[in-house]
């Protein structure tokens, strides 16, 4: 799977800073250029393919839902914004979704998370699959990806990552995808040392290499905890 080319359009620097840092923090984007204003955004989706905007609202010269306005056949766009009045009309411009400043990084996962799963339906290059019910044994997981059935050593999973109703399958070298849904697959994996910490994050627990209350580190990934898995989590991680 590609990853989703995105580009940041804001007058803040500040969140400029904080969008580019929740960037990083998920796999399955890249980051392809900052813009401080709509003019500059409008050079590089002229120039480069981008799959997802995370645009503001308020800004010089020429405002984000203008902006929008003038694309014929634009991105996949997230609104990043202070301000609730332009809700209605963003969604009638098609937005994935409607940011409220300061947006927590689960706010943004979610928002994310309906990203990923608009433009995996709009490309059958990304994904082409039915979904298929996994087979498990002992040492084995066997998913449907791309038409074919893969065969994955559970000791080379790191982390599984939720996307709708998709599931992404780390490994150590490269990632299958599958349709499925991560509640399914952590049922069938809690008896071979497998941990949900999120409901976008189910990970292997032997491949976690630190974690505090709010965050584990697995494999250079910084994955957080969610409000409502931390009492377990904390049992057995032990904190």
């Not at 804001?10 to 929740?22: F, G, Q």
């Not at 433009?119 to 699959?129: E, L, R």
Request: net charge neutral.
């Amino acid at each position: 799977m590609n990853k989703i080319k995105c580009v940041l359009v804001d007058d803040e620097p500040l969140a400029l800073d904080v969008l580019e840092s929740y960037i990083k923090r998920v796999d399955g984007l890249e980051l392809t250029a900052r813009c401080d204003n709509a003019m500059k955004a409008f050079e590089v989706l002229r120039n480069q393919n981008v799959d997802l905007i995370f645009l503001d609202i308020q800004m010089p010269k020429l405002n984000g839902i203008d902006f929008l306005k003038t694309l014929q056949n634009p991105p996949k766009v997230i609104f990043t914004t202070a301000y609730r009045d332009y809700a209605i009309e963003a969604f009638d411009l098609d937005a994935v979704d409607y940011l409220l400043k300061p947006i927590p990084f689960g706010r943004f996962l979610k928002a994310l998370s309906k990203a990923f799963g608009q433009i995996q339906s709009a490309n059958q290059n990304i994904i082409n699959n039915d979904e298929y019910e996994p087979y498990i044994t002992t040492d084995t997981l066997i998913v449907k990806s791309d038409k074919k059935m893969i065969k994955i050593n559970l000791k080379e999973i790191i982390y599984i990552e939720s996307l709708k109703d998709y599931v992404i399958i780390h490994l150590s070298e490269k990632r299958v995808v599958t349709k499925q849904k991560i509640s399914f697959l952590e049922q069938k994996l809690m008896e071979n040392n497998f941990l949900r910490i999120h409901r976008s994050f189910l990970v292997s627990a032997s491949k976690i290499e630190a974690f505090t209350p709010s965050h584990i580190d697995i494999h250079g990934q910084q994955l957080p905890i969610g409000r409502s898995y931390k009492s377990e989590v904390g049992k057995i991680l032990g904190y």
